[in-house]
């Protein structure tokens, strides 16, 4: 197990305390998002027209300000593509 500080604020400081194991809590809700993530169909896309090479991934923000693997420039994003 490696360790990872956050900060709460009063409120949610309060629901934390209530949990009883709230380092569990939190590893099983970051793995429930990954899952929710992982069933998702739609696709998002981005494109570079000089090298003609698309990329995709299931969130859009990993995909909106893609740059080009091969030639670092912008592409375009394409918004959802399936
Ligand atoms: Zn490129």
Known sequence: ???????LSLDTYELASKKANFSAWVRRKLM????????RKEMYGAYC?????????????MVEYQYCKKCN??????GLIE
């Open 73 to 78: 420039q912008k592409c375009d994003y394409m």
């Open 49 to 61: 027209k000089s090298c003609d090479i698309s990329y995709t991934n299931k969130l859009s923000f």
């Open 1 to 7: 197990m490696r360790q990872k500080i956050i900060s």
């Open 32 to 39: 429930e998002e990954v899952e929710i993530i992982n069933d």
